[in-house]
T-cell receptor, first 111, second 111 residues
Framework: RKEVEQDPGPFNVPEGATVAFNCTYS??????FFWYRQDCRKEPKLLMS???SGNEDGRFTAQLNRASQYISLLIRDSKLSDSATYLC????????????FGAGTRLAVHP | ETGVTQSPTHLIKTRGQQVTLRCSSQ?????VSWYQQALGQGPQFIFQ???????GRGNFPPRFSGLQFPNYSSELNVNALELDDSALYLC??????????FGNGTRLTVT
């Protein structure tokens, strides 16, 4: 079983749509959670951290369910510029800053 | 503030050769991590350096080695290159356990 699992997609949605991505992680001792965004042939960039109480940044909302070991990302009012791969990321417990990435979910927003 | 820079951006090597990739960390960051990202996959943790010593290692063979210098810059060395080593190699810097900031990556092709 992979440590972080995501639906690879692709998700093809029209502009203005709401889209949700889900992710599960296997290590219940994980403490830090993130969503990174990666454009084609570019480096991953931190989109947002994910907190237990849920958090929002503009059109983006992240949720964490520790009991189910489940993380989600909701994008409202999709823009063409949101087209990218979204990587679910978990910080491995172990005393150093090791990130474990899912394989990513591709999003394509079309006019 | 200078971000993470990597060199070279692209590299083509032959199976069996050795390669050295370089990374300059973001100003003020003391920790450097290296990741390998194969096509269609999320980045995989190779190792991390803190204060010039390896601070953690992923599931990579000993022919993957690294260095960190007093100015916190770093090198990734790969010996006896194999075709499967073809990937995007990402360097990320951080200040202890703060979020990782990735460089643009080095795309390595092994033929």
């Amino acid at each position: 079983r992979k440590e972080v699992e995501q639906d690879p997609g692709p998700f093809n949605v029209p502009e203005g749509a709401t889209v949700a991505f889900n992710c599960t992680y296997s290590n219940s001792a994980s403490q830090s959670f993130f969503w990174y965004r990666q454009d084609c042939r570019k480096e991953p960039k931190l989109l947002m951290s994910v907190y237990s109480s849920g958090n929002e940044d503009g059109r983006f909302t992240a949720q964490l369910n520790r009991a189910s070991q489940y993380i989600s990302l909701l994008i409202r009012d999709s823009k063409l510029s949101d087209s990218a791969t979204y990587l679910c990321v978990v910080n491995s417990p172990g005393g150093y800053n090791k990130l474990i990435f899912g394989a990513g979910t591709r999003l394509a927003v079309h006019p | 503030e200078t971000g993470v820079t990597q060199s070279p951006t692209h590299l083509i090597k032959t199976r069996g050769q050795q390669v050295t990739l370089r990374c300059s960390s973001q100003s003020g960051h003391n920790t450097v991590s290296w990741y390998q990202q194969a096509l269609g996959q999320g980045p995989q943790f190779i190792f991390q350096y803190y204060r010039e010593e390896e601070n953690g290692r992923g599931n990579f063979p000993p022919r993957f080695s690294g260095l960190q210098f007093p100015n916190y810059s770093s090198e990734l060395n790969v010996n006896a290159l194999e075709l499967d080593d073809s990937a995007l190699y990402l360097c990320a810097s951080s200040l202890s356990n703060s979020p990782l900031h990735f460089g643009n990556g080095t795309r390595l092709t092994v033929t």
